[in-house]
């Protein structure tokens, strides 16, 4: 039996409209909707709907989320900003940092702005590829609930903290990097979990300290290993980028750092970054440069059995492609859960076919 689909576009609308039944404003709602539908887009199906009944419909209604938020400035200068995001829907509170921060850069030429009292803001590369449109190059990142283990510990210390960067391309695709700290963020866990599947053992400790290949298992026992996997493997690389992650997003916003975040704790803090490219060099040649570069990647020897080599943010432009002309595949529970927020909110779901 063929999977589910659904049209990005409905999608959209559905999530939207679910937003709106929750007291978010139509614009917010709109703006929230586009940040989880583009990442089933991309094939980031770890951070699209799957997660909108329980981490963000649930969390509104049990008062954890506040979707009518106000966003505070807290401190600024030119080319930086402090920004309270008062326990908003993370999706809302970090598109309006961004485009707070872009704005600062059109002036100063680049800009930072960091931002505490969150919540969960779904696909780092979102952010990130704001800046593209502006020409410029984009970061993003996020701290999170410790379910990451230091190299050597067992018990999660520091969080997924995910790094993403954006860079105009000319007739290439820009280059985009979307990536966890730890060898995989929580979402691929809740995939694997809902299609059956294993994970491979570098991925988390199961209950007895030891890696586990057992989804459900890993994620109760919530020991995820860094980037890396072990000390042999380097893994204190991957776990002291987390903790550069979460000394630019809580420590330096004062947010709180990933050991005070989590339920009924601190709401996850975030940093973001833009540079005007057109004010060191121009943007033209930036952009041929940057598609050399590409190019010449591409055009290196392959390993034994692969015919390619891909560059960031690649292989999820192609997905894009693909889920907006077939549609976005939805797993079963996933559809459950839509259907759930349908019956209760009286919101149309339309599927494909």
């Known amino acids: 039996m063929s999977q589910p689909r659904i049209d990005a576009d409905d999608l959209r609308r559905f999530t939207a409209e679910v937003f709106r039944r929750v007291g978010l404003e139509p614009e917010d709602a709109e703006i929230a909707a586009d940040v989880l539908v583009a990442a089933d ?54 598109y309006r940092a961004m485009e707070y921060c872009i704005n ?9 702005v960091t931002v505490r009292n969150s919540n969960h803001f ?7 590829m704001m800046a593209l449109r502006e020409g410029m190059i984009g970061l993003a990142m996020t701290n999170a609930t410790p379910i990451v283990v230091p190299t050597f510990g067992r018990q999660g210390a520091v969080g997924t903290n995910p790094i993403s960067l954006a860079a105009p391309a000319g007739q290439e695709r820009p280059f985009v990097l979307d990536m966890a700290t730890s060898v995989v963020a929580h979402g691929k866990l809740e995939v694997a979990a809902r299609r059956g599947k294993k994970v491979p053992r570098g991925w988390a400790l199961g209950r007895n300290g030891n890696p586990t290949d057992d989804p459900v298992e890993a994620m109760e026992v919530r020991a995820l290993l860094p980037l890396g996997s072990t000390a042999e493997l380097s893994s204190y690389k991957g776990y002291g980028l987390s903790f550069m992650v979460d000394i630019l997003c809580g420590v330096l916003s004062g947010g709180g750092y990933c050991l005070q975040v989590g339920p009924g ?21 930036f952009k041929a440069m940057l598609d050399d570069e590409i190019r010449a990647i591409r055009a290196l020897p392959k390993a034994p059995g692969h015919d390619r080599i891909y560059i960031p943010g690649e292989p999820e432009f192609e997905t894009e492609e693909v889920r907006r002309r077939e549609g976005i595949p939805l797993d079963p529970p ?9 019956d209760e909110f009286g919101v149309e779901l339309r599927l494909k076919g």
């Open 41 to 94: 887009l991309r094939g980031v199906d770890s951070h699209g709907v799957a997660h909108l009944e329980l981490w963000y419909v649930r969390r509104i209604q049990a008062g954890i989320i506040n979707p009518r938020a106000k966003i505070r400035v807290i401190s600024e200068a030119p080319a930086a900003a402090l920004l309270d995001g008062g326990r908003g829907l993370g999706m809302v509170v970090g």
């Open 122 to 128: 779904g696909m780092a590369a979102y952010y990130s």
């Open 104 to 112: 600062k850069a059109r002036t100063a030429g680049a800009a930072v």
């Open 334 to 342: 996933v559809l459950e859960s839509l259907r759930r927020l349908s």
């Open 265 to 285: 704790r601190r709401g996850p803090s975030h940093f973001f970054g833009a540079v005007r490219i057109d004010l060191l060099r121009p943007l033209e040649e």
